[in-house]
């Protein structure tokens, strides 16, 4: 089937063979449960004048001359719908999510198919061959198709794999949701670096606030706070209370002071309390980056009573590979792992599992000193502790690596503690 670039510059003529014009627009609209866009009707111009032909009055569209059923005095304009959009001015050269390849990239052609006497948008047209197409280099396109068919066949996109980015444009293309909620989101942050900063705020704001900041996440807090520049505090507030509590304070101290006040006020009281703690250090820190959610038990409790423990609060906890033993004032008196935990007999202490020397950081050690001691000593996660030992929170493996190496590298680091 023909693409669009191939249809547009056509001349339209009426049942009498009298010349009309020239076809220069598609619109389309999604009908019923089909997921590719219908053609519904084309734009004719001659000269300064426009006429709106419903596709119902076209006897002839895929072919070098566009005729039509009707004499062009008898022809009624068609009014566009609200759920119309144009193919040139909307969908051609605008940026496309490929959902399928996870990248982002532009549309530069689009493909027809005939079905049950109706035409259909069937594919997007992403490769180098269609943008010489739409240059009018038919036979170079051609030639370049034959020696890579390859990277042709990859530049074409099955329509329902792309999520179109409407940018200051009023219309965004339909394509489920969940295409875009089921990636990862490294994927996911991988594509806003693709995008501008309006478009990643634009893509951001079509997120539901876990798939958000787990995004957020992922980024950046530089390149987190440009994003959420635009959002409101309310909303702001509501992803900060779904983020990590050292992501959130990573974040927040990116922001102007009143700003990173305001949102602080509006968040939960035990978030905000949580944030807030790690703010009172200093960023490279052992303060500054450790999570306050890990699982803390008393040394008399049993095997069993421990599971019982993390089923009832390990949903809230980033990392479960080390349970600590704390006394009644809080103070780090040993560590078990979850391996040893599982291997143990129900009714085993928590006193004879445990390791009593910890290795362990001060809330002012710095990032460097942490992450020295997590691979002298092959750890996932290491507990910080004021003077007294009484412990505050953990730094993990990735957080402890975070700027002491690229973030590019560290990303690809199997993450195995999650």
């Not at 669009?4 to 449960?33: C, F, K, M, N, W």
């Not at 042709?152 to 489920?176: C, F, N, Y």
């Not at 949580?274 to 008399?300: F, N, Q």
Request: glycine share 6%.
């Amino acid at each position: 089937m023909p693409f669009i670039s191939q249809l547009i510059g056509h001349p339209v003529a009426d049942l009498d063979g009298e010349p009309v014009g020239t076809l220069t627009e598609l619109l389309a609209r999604y009908e019923g449960h089909i997921p590719h866009p219908k053609i519904v009707a084309l734009e004719v111009k001659k000269g300064k004048r426009s006429l709106m032909v419903a596709i119902d009055d076209v006897t002839v569209l895929i072919a070098p001359a566009v005729s039509l059923k009707k004499k062009q005095q008898e022809i009624v304009p068609y009014e566009t719908c609200p759920d119309d959009f144009y193919l040139v001015r909307d969908v051609l050269d605008k940026q496309i999510i490929d959902t399928d390849g996870v990248r982002v990239v532009r549309v530069n052609d689009l493909e027809l198919m005939r079905v049950d006497g109706g035409i259909f948008i069937a594919n997007v047209d992403v490769s180098g061959v269609g943008l010489m197409r739409r240059l009018g280099l038919g036979t170079l396109s051609r030639r370049f198709a034959a020696r890579s068919p390859r990277d042709t066949l990859h530049g074409i996109i099955s329509w329902d794999d792309v999520e179109l980015i409407a940018g200051d444009q009023p219309m965004r293309l339909k394509v489920p949701g969940e295409k875009i909620v089921d990636l990862h989101p490294a994927d996911l942050a991988e594509i806003l670096s693709d995008l501008s900063r309006q478009e990643g705020r634009d893509f951001l704001e079509s997120l539901d606030l876990e798939t958000l900041a787990d995004t957020l996440e992922e980024v950046e807090p530089d390149f987190q706070a440009s994003l959420i520049e635009g959002m409101s505090n309310e909303r702001v507030a509501d992803v900060l209370e779904e983020m990590e509590p050292d992501e959130a304070a990573d974040l927040l101290a990116e922001l102007p002071e009143d700003r990173s006040q305001e949102l602080l006020d509006l968040m939960e009281a035990d978030e905000a309390e949580d944030v807030r703690k790690l703010l009172a250090h200093p960023e490279d820190s052992a303060g500054g980056i450790m999570t306050t959610g890990y699982i803390a038990v008393p040394p008399h409790l049993t095997a069993e009573s421990v599971m019982q423990v993390l089923r009832e609060q390990g949903e809230d906890v980033e990392l479960i590979f080390y349970i600590y033993v704390t006394d009644v004032e809080n103070h780090l008196v040993g560590v078990f792992s979850l391996r040893e935990l599982v291997l143990a007999k129900p009714d085993t202490p928590v006193f004879e599992l445990m390791e009593k020397r910890v290795v362990m950081v001060g809330l002012e050690n710095s990032q460097a000193e942490c992450a020295q001691l997590i691979a002298k000593y092959d750890l996932i996660a290491i507990p910080v502790v004021d003077g007294e030992k009484r412990i505050h929170g953990i730094v993990t493996a990735d957080d402890a690596l975070d700027k002491i190496i690229p973030t590019a590298w560290k990303k690809r680091l199997p993450r195995l503690y999650h």
